[in-house]
């Protein structure tokens, strides 16, 4: 059973350019969860998704970012006309459905702006 | 809303206990979780406590009290491998998102 997949592990983009991050959750897996860490800081809470639906989005910027998770393929989160401060790394997490315990997380991926 | 302290770096030497300290004020809450993250890897899960008490796990502990909005996280018999940041989570009471503190860079020394 392979882990959280997350890709691609690094992406550089130039400022005004789109960015789109992939995440495929752990087989049986239907609650994906995506944070984003700036260096030397913890997780902030971006999107909670499951499939085909927003569940809370309460952390996502109100411009520019958007998540998805069809009912088929991985979930996406996009950034659109990426600025420098949209540099961090992006970490994608799944859960199985009414789960209690944890949440496992993907290799993540670090988004440069150049 | 959720908030959610621990110190930002300890040090410890190789071979002793060391005590990792999360407070919280939270709206609700539904667990606290433990994870370990090296540098530029994945965050992977530690510890797990939802009801106040101490839960051990090999070198690793955790402990919680809930009136207190109080966990610790405690490894014994330090490696020089458990250099790493330790970051606290605090689940809502949906059982949805997890909130997580600043995270503690613990550096083991020899």
């Known amino acids: 059973n392979a882990g959280v997949m997350q890709n691609p592990r690094h992406l550089v983009r130039r400022r005004g350019q789109e960015a789109r991050l992939r995440c495929s959750p752990m087989k049986g897996h239907s609650h994906v969860y995506w944070y984003r860490q700036l260096p030397e800081e913890g997780l902030k809470f971006m999107v909670y998704l499951q499939k085909e639906n927003i569940i809370d989005e309460s952390g996502m910027p109100k411009e520019r970012f958007s998540a998805e998770f069809p009912k088929e393929g991985p979930s996406i989160l996009r950034i659109q006309q990426v600025v420098r401060g949209d540099s961090a790394a992006y970490f994608c997490?799944?859960?199985?459905?009414?789960?209690?315990?944890?949440?496992?997380f993907g290799q993540g991926t670090r988004l440069t702006v150049v | 809303g959720q908030n959610i302290d621990q110190p930002t770096e300890m040090t410890a030497t190789e071979g002793a206990i060391v005590q990792i300290n999360c407070t919280y004020q939270?709206?609700?809450?539904?667990?606290l979780f433990w994870y370990q993250q090296h540098a530029g890897e994945a965050p992977t899960f530690l510890s797990y406590n939802v009801l106040d008490g101490l839960e051990e796990k090999g070198r690793f502990s955790s402990f919680l009290s809930r009136s207190k909005g109080y966990s610790y996280l405690l490894l014994k018999e330090l490696q020089m491998k458990d250099s790493a940041s330790y970051l606290c989570?605090?689940?809502?009471?949906?059982?949805?998102?997890?909130?997580f503190g600043g995270g503690t860079r613990l550096m083991v020394k020899p």
């Open positions: 939270t709206s609700g809450f539904n667990g």
């Open positions: 989570a605090v689940r809502d009471r949906a059982g949805n998102m997890l909130t």
């Open positions: 997490a799944s859960s199985p459905p009414r789960s209690t315990t944890e949440a496992f």
